[in-house]
């Protein structure tokens, strides 16, 4: 029996390499080729195979681990398709001298005078934003010598957001005038308090704290903005500004105009963009808090991102014109990539990755709520720009110690995550993404010749220190960067079909003949050998037997 069954799989395999679509394999069994012949073909065949086959699975090993790549659009997108960038300005010069003397306060304290508890508690607040020149004789935070900033004991809540507020330089002496579009806006229409790691600053067309923060975090815009009922219709301030359905991932919903928000611009150029002219008196300069570099920081950034003026910013200093000439960077992400891991796309859509105080989600966000979660944990309380719940506690000046170390900190503890595979922040970028490039030209502004060269003397103009800004794109269209997929269900069944064609002359039905030779035909065979063995009978032969008679049969004489 089992002779019977080699036999059988030897004649099946012969009669499989004799009919093969795959090159060589014919020869291996022709009767008219000689043996080393055949051993040849054997060994082409084999390694033909083997390679084949490692094509393949090298193929498809690159499609599992990368499968998308990065390309250029193969059309540019006009500037009014994307938002017009977020622009986050914070003067150096923090405070107004009627309001609170720091240098005479801080040099008093610093001769061991006694101060009154409200110049203790300024002093303390204003630790938080000012430069390492603000410390006390022993120690960098303050902490280690009698009367000094520290001194005090420290409150519950040092109420930071609301002092900085109440001691800033008032808007209307702040911002001269503002255009948008080159057309003149009321400044309080575009530009928008808000807090932020370096203090006070003011933000054009960002989302509002409403939109860019969850439910829980309303408190906030009372404390930025206490007085935003005394610019008459509240719909005119730009921190009552909602969007009209923008969203970075979405972009702007169909039928909106030009008049959307956050704002967008019909062209580049110096026509299209923003312009602000502000304004700090000599008399409120000081070299305590501000330290040496004075003037304002500027950064720009995508409307529904935090700015972090700590990190990333520019300076301009006083009495300069600075442009600002912004070329887009924008990359996007096909949507069919969703059905792929974030991991293997390297970004996040925005239903798969929600922040715990952000409504939007971004790399930038994401970090910066990790930092949060991280001070948090470490200190026990969060500073004065970080997002937090009403009850969460705001660090006092004798933690600042804590917070500052706990950036260091987490920064190691990331890389040595990233060293052993893991994230611990898990920020990915989001998949569709706006960054923007600039390029600076900037002059003096000669104030005085200009102010010698009036017919009319302009006296409240004298000891003034203007800033003059403007912000424009730099072309009317940008090429875009996209994320596409690598290759589909398609691109894989070529890519396999070539390589089989290729190195061995196989398709698709090559493999169908394949599973026939291994399954079908034997099973056919076997059920032809049952059905022959049940419809053969036995052959008997057959006796024809005359009957017997008793009659005498006449037989006719034959006739030639």
């Known amino acids: 029996m089992k002779a019977s069954r080699s036999a059988i799989v030897k004649n099946l395999a012969r009669e499989y390499f004799a009919s093969s679509s795959c090159h060589g394999m014919s020869y291996i069994v022709h009767p008219k080729v000689s043996v080393a012949e055949r051993i040849c073909w054997s060994v082409i065949v084999v390694l033909s195979l083997s390679v084949c086959i490692s094509a393949i699975v090298i193929g498809h090993q690159k499609w599992i681990e990368k499968p998308m790549i990065v390309s250029f659009s193969a059309k540019p997108i006009p500037v009014w398709k994307m938002p017009f960038p977020a622009i986050t300005v914070c003067p150096q010069t923090r405070i107004a001298v009627e309001k609170f003397n720091i240098t005479k306060v801080y040099l008093r304290a610093r001769a061991n005078k006694t101060l009154s508890p409200d110049e203790w508690h300024k002093l303390r607040v204003l630790t938080h934003v000012c430069s390492s020149v603000m410390r006390s004789k022993r120690d960098f935070y303050g902490t280690g010598e009698k009367n000094s900033v520290s001194d005090t004991p420290a409150a519950d809540n040092e109420q930071v957001v609301e002092q900085l507020v109440n001691m800033s330089i008032p808007y209307d002496e702040l911002f001269v005038s503002c255009m948008w579009s080159f057309n003149f806006r009321p400044c309080e229409a575009l530009w928008a308090r808000k807090v932020t790691e370096n203090g006070i600053c003011y933000s054009f067309n960002m989302l509002s704290t409403a939109e860019l923060y969850t439910e829980d975090q309303e408190f906030r815009e009372r404390e930025v903005n206490p007085d935003d009922r005394k610019h008459g219709f509240r719909s005119l301030h730009a921190a009552k500004i909602r969007s009209t359905g923008w969203t970075m991932e979405n972009g702007y919903t ?48 995508p409307p529904d991102e935090f700015p972090r003026l700590s990190e990333y910013h520019i300076r301009v200093p006083p009495m300069q014109a600075v442009s600002i000439i912004v070329k887009p960077r924008l990359l996007t992400t096909q949507k069919n990539l969703h059905r792929y891991p974030p991991t293997k796309r390297q970004c996040f859509f925005s239903d798969e990755r929600k922040l715990r105080f952000f409504r939007v989600y971004n790399e930038q966000n994401c970090e910066f709520e990790c930092l949060t979660n991280y001070t948090l944990a470490t200190c026990g309380c969060v500073t004065f720009a970080m997002p937090r719940e009403n009850t969460t506690r705001v660090c006092g000046v004798h933690e600042k110690r804590c917070y500052k170390s706990a950036v260091t900190r987490l920064m190691e503890l990331d890389e040595v995550a990233v060293y052993r595979g893991q994230e611990l ?136």
């Not at 008049?259 to 602000?276: D, E, M, N």
Request: hydrophobic share 40%.
């Open 254 to 301: 169909f039928g909106e105009d030009l008049l959307a928000y956050p704002r967008r611009t019909a062209s580049g150029g110096f026509k299209g963009g923003a312009i602000v002219l502000m304004k700090a008196h000599q008399k409120n300069r000081e070299y305590i808090c501000s330290g040496a570099l004075q003037g304002y920081k500027v950064t720009i950034h």
């Open 425 to 560: 922040c898990d920020c990915l970028p989001a998949c569709t993404t706006i960054k923007y490039d600039v390029e600076l030209s900037n002059d003096w502004l000669n104030l005085d010749a200009m102010l010698a060269s009036m017919i009319k003397h302009e006296r409240g103009m004298e000891g003034m220190e203007p800033m003059l800004l403007y912000v424009y794109f730099k072309d009317n269209k940008f090429l875009y960067i996209e994320r596409v997929e690598y290759m589909n269900f398609n691109g894989e069944l070529a890519n396999f079909g070539g390589i089989l064609a290729l190195l061995s002359g196989m398709s698709l039905t090559s493999l169908a003949e394949i599973l026939y030779y291994i399954f079908v035909r034997p099973l056919g065979l076997w059920v032809k050998a049952q059905y022959a063995k049940s419809t053969i009978k036995p052959l008997v032969p057959q006796v024809q037997l005359r009957p017997r008679t008793d009659s005498v049969d006449f037989v006719r004489p034959w006739i030639p």
